[in-house]
């Protein structure tokens, strides 16, 4: 069975910090999802990773992939108080059926 | 832009009734997914449909059933509710075309069973 570990699960971090979510999976995929959610809302596609080595940034948001280690990670820098909210990981398994990591909820605080 | 739309965004019924959360999606995507988000557990597919009158059992399918009769409207039902049933409902749809299966979530519904 496949497993998506996140952590932290929790994450309070003083604006203009920076800080990593870890992503860990169990088994091989190359295709790797991240996705935020804002209280009371639903989820946000932010990145696709499809291989190897891939590198995504969008604003203070980076994301890569690491395939040969089974995992991922997203880099938050310099963060404002608008990146706080749940953010989730999800790995591709066959037929685009997703398993989600349990969410990493941040809250960035002045 | 891609557009998910449920039908109801609360929804709160008695044990033992029967429950429909409608689902329906306008960019002729040919899969659709419903799950649950419970705290803590992440986000568990329920059951996921390829294409009209097509269904497939996802991680905890029991206590659902789904009706897929038109390419954009997935239905759950839940046949009879009970109290551990309460919890956010998702559903999401996606395309095989371009070779990016992102998936689209729709608002959600919270469904409460009393």
């Known amino acids: 069975e496949l497993k998506v570990e996140q952590n932290p699960l929790f994450l309070s971090m003083q604006e203009g910090k920076n800080y990593t979510i870890y992503c860990n999976y169990s088994?091989?995929?190359?295709?790797l999802y991240w996705y935020r959610q804002d209280p009371g809302k639903s989820l946000e596609s932010l990145f696709v990773?499809?291989?190897?080595?891939a590198v995504k940034q969008e604003g203070r948001l980076m994301a890569s992939l690491d395939t040969k280690a089974r995992l991922s990670t997203l880099h938050i820098t310099a963060a404002v108080h608008d990146l706080s909210a749940t953010y989730f990981c999800?790995?591709?398994?066959?037929?685009?059926?997703?398993?989600f990591g349990t969410g990493t909820s941040l809250t960035v605080i002045p | 832009d891609v557009k998910v739309t449920q039908s109801s965004r609360y929804l709160v019924k008695r044990t033992g009734e029967k429950v429909f959360l409608e689902c329906v999606q306008d960019?002729?995507?040919?899969?659709m997914f419903w799950y649950r988000q419970d705290p803590g557990l992440g986000l568990r597919l329920i059951y996921f449909?390829?294409?009209?009158?097509?269904?497939e059992k996802g991680d905890i399918p029991e206590g659902y059933s789904v009706s897929r009769e038109k390419k954009e409207r997935f239905s759950l039902i839940l046949e009879s509710a009970s109290t551990n049933q309460t919890s956010m409902y998702l559903c999401?749809?996606?395309?095989?075309?371009?070779?990016?299966?992102?998936?689209?979530f729709g608002p959600g519904t919270r469904l409460t069973v009393l």
């Open positions: 999401a749809s996606s395309s095989l075309a371009g070779g990016l299966d992102t998936q689209y």
């Open positions: 088994t091989t995929s190359d295709r």
């Open positions: 990773l499809l291989s190897n080595g």
């Open positions: 999800a790995v591709e398994r066959t037929g685009n059926q997703f398993y």
């Open positions: 960019m002729d995507h040919e899969n």
């Open positions: 449909s390829y294409d009209v009158k097509m269904k």
